[in-house]
């Protein structure tokens, strides 16, 4: 596959990559089945002593649960080698609002996000003030909770969601992200969410720290433009598009140059061969 991007600079495409960002559903995986060169590419990586590590805007579920499920389809993962944008959108409520009271809508991905910095989270059916909503991917929304929610933000709650992915990549197509909740309350109350997964800087910054490396000598793997892609521009990173998921060549070329990746690959079994062409 060729690629069909701007040249960013000969001086940062001939650095030798040091770190590789992955998402999964996608990427490396689609529902619990792996891609295709998906685990000769990391048992290669691993031989070359060449750092990654795996991200995801599923907020849903915890990073023992990723990794026991990325286990499960043979991938080799420690818990230091996943991030959720649950655990970002933890570290973001630390840095903003660690004395603020938070309404916490999410499954247990996100609560335990949470409930592990020692915010102070509030349930629905509470009477206190609600300072902030964080809304993740909630498998028990319904219209009492968007009630709620709603009522929240009228009486003057800041609005974060962890992301605003408008559908997840599974077994035999797609199923609603979080965006879909997401918009159902930014729709009602007139107000746009603060975004604190990818592509936000605050998903970048958290990709760098994990990896340990420089964002020049870094790389973002993933199939979204307006994700995946993304965090990778913002952080400095190169990034590689993988046409196994979400967005296509079509999309990339519709796409205006700033928000297209470095490379388009057909799948991560070709991600070796073009990093050799590197050398």
């Known amino acids: 596959m060729s690629s069909l991007t701007e040249d960013r ?19 490396v ?3 619990r089945q792996v891609l295709p060169g998906a685990l000769d590419t990391l048992a290669e990586l691993r031989g070359r002593d060449i750092r990654f590590a795996f991200f995801t805007n599923d907020n849903s579920k915890t990073i023992g649960t990723w990794v026991d499920r990325l286990g499960d389809m043979g991938i080799d993962a420690r818990p230091d080698e996943v991030v959720t944008s649950a655990l970002v959108a933890a570290e973001v409520m630390v840095e903003l609002h660690s004395k603020s009271r938070i309404l916490g809508v999410g499954d247990v991905g996100l609560l335990e996000a949470l409930e592990t910095r020692k915010l102070d989270l509030v349930s629905y059916e509470s009477e206190e003030t609600i300072d902030v909503v964080m809304m993740g991917r909630d498998s028990n929304f319904d219209t009492r909770r968007l009630e709620v929610v709603c009522q929240a933000i009228w009486n003057g709650a800041e609005f974060f969601a962890t992301n605003y992915d408008p ?4 077994a035999g197509g797609f199923m609603p992200g979080t965006g879909a909740m997401v918009k159902a309350v930014a729709y009602a109350t007139s107000c ?27 790389l973002v793997v993933g199939d979204q433009l307006a994700t995946d892609i993304a965090m990778g521009r913002n952080a400095g990173m190169r990034t590689v598009l993988v046409l196994t ?7 990339v070329e519709e796409a205006p140059a700033h928000e297209r990746p470095d490379v388009v690959l057909g799948g991560v079994s070709d991600l070796i061969p073009w990093l050799d062409r590197q050398v």
Do not use: Y
């Open 9 to 27: 600079g000969a001086s940062v495409a001939s650095l030798p990559v040091e770190g590789i960002i992955f998402d999964i559903d996608g990427t």
């Open 192 to 218: 746009e969410p603060v975004v604190t997964g990818k592509p936000s800087p605050w998903s970048g910054r958290m990709a760098m720290r994990l990896l340990g490396v420089a964002p020049e000598r870094g």
């Open 167 to 170: 559908r997840l990549p599974v």
């Open 29 to 31: 995986a689609r529902g």
């Open 245 to 251: 998921g979400t967005d296509g060549t079509e999309a």
